[in-house]
């Protein structure tokens, strides 16, 4: 059974840091992991997108890297900034059937 | 990507009593999927909603308690059935297009 777990679960920086948030999963075999954000109380917003031939992706300040063999994922986040301050959530995708297992989530604040 | 609206965006419901959620999403899409977050936790998959035929449920959850309809390729429905505190969460309608998945507003449920 797969399982997904997120180190820290929460963080706290000074505005400008640069900052990576941990994943890690037991099954290597997957589809894909996928990074999303949470704001409170809302939705999930999809951030990167790794399929499981990929390495890492990269949007803006975000850069999100993918080692299958050693069951772990990174998110990077340049210069962070207070709007970055959210929780971010990890997901990895088993198959094809689209069903994703998450994990617990990092909570970020961004201190100005 | 897609774009998905959930209904309604929050309630204040009676134990006893049910609730339908309603997902639309402006494109039509194969797989349909439910998620539920309890306070404070991580999202756990309930079902997935195939069109023309029943729901294919997770591992601890039931028809009975949430039945879901699929009359289409852009709607669905989620019912959660004679409500206790326990089901207070936000249910989340989620979509995949291929590889990636995109997630609805959520619906915050409170059961008193």
């Known amino acids: 059974k797969q399982e997904v777990t997120q180190i820290p679960a929460a963080l706290s920086v000074p505005e400008g840091e640069n900052l990576v948030l941990n994943c890690s999963f037991t099954?290597?075999?997957?589809?894909?992991l996928q990074w999303f954000r949470q704001d409170p109380g809302k939705g999930l917003t999809s951030l990167l997108l790794i399929q499981s031939s990929q390495r890492e992706q990269t949007s803006g300040r975000l850069n999100a890297s993918l080692d299958k063999s050693s069951g772990r994922s990174t998110l990077y986040i340049a210069a962070s900034q207070p709007g970055d301050s959210a929780t971010y959530l990890c997901?990895?995708?088993?198959?094809?059937?689209?069903?994703?297992?998450f994990g617990q989530g990092t909570t970020l604040q961004v201190k100005p | 990507s897609a774009v998905i609206s959930q209904k309604p965006s929050r309630d204040i419901c009676q134990r006893g009593t049910s609730l339908t959620i309603q997902c639309q999403v402006d494109?039509?899409?194969?797989?349909m999927f439910w998620y539920r977050q309890q306070p404070g936790q991580s999202l756990t998959l309930i079902a997935t909603a195939n069109q023309g035929s029943e729901a294919t449920y997770e591992s601890g959850f039931v028809i009975d308690k949430f039945p879901i309809s699929r009359p289409n390729l852009t709607f669905s429905t989620l019912t959660v059935s004679n409500m206790s505190p326990e089901d207070s969460s936000i249910y989340l309608c989620?979509?995949?297009?291929?590889?990636?998945?995109?997630f609805g507003p959520g619906t915050r449920l409170t059961v008193t």
């Open positions: 997901a990895v995708g088993s198959s094809n059937t689209g069903k994703l297992i």
């Open positions: 494109s039509q899409v194969t797989m």
């Open positions: 989620s979509v995949g297009t291929g590889y990636e998945q995109y």
């Open positions: 099954d290597s075999a997957i589809y894909n």
